[in-house]
């Protein structure tokens, strides 16, 4: 079955920290760059970060320094791992390749609620 899962969003505290995972199946994940993407209310779907085939990583400057993607081939799965959460991150987090339209057809998502 070709599809992606994501899971480990969840309602948080501001400074608190949350792991998102996305398991992938149906497709060759090891040879796909993936990244993980984002939706608030009333906005674009934006990608937050990527992770190349080889492991290089990109983020937009909005989480620079706070996210980390990672990725494990042999469980065809990414991570996210978010530190230091801000209000600003709010949203459903999704999972894809980098480069659009993917192998893949977009997730449910993972909400992911960062609020006092």
């Known amino acids: 079955q070709v599809q992606l899962v994501e899971s480990g969003g969840g309602l948080v505290q501001p400074g608190g920290s949350l792991r998102l995972s996305c398991a992938a199946s149906?497709?060759?994940?090891?040879?796909?760059?993936m990244g993980w993407y984002r939706q608030a209310p009333g906005n674009q779907r934006e990608l937050v970060a990527s992770?190349?085939?080889?492991?290089?990583?990109n983020y937009a400057d909005s989480v620079k320094g706070r996210f980390t993607i990672s990725r494990e081939n042999a469980k065809s799965t990414v991570y996210l791992q978010m530190n230091s959460l801000k209000p600003e991150d709010t949203a459903v987090y999704y999972c894809?390749?980098?480069?659009?339209?993917?192998?893949?057809?977009w997730g449910q998502g993972t909400q992911v609620t960062v609020s006092s």
């Open positions: 894809n390749a980098k480069v659009l339209p993917g192998p893949w057809p």
């Open positions: 149906g497709r060759k994940f090891s040879i796909y760059s």
């Open positions: 992770i190349s085939s080889g492991g290089s990583t």
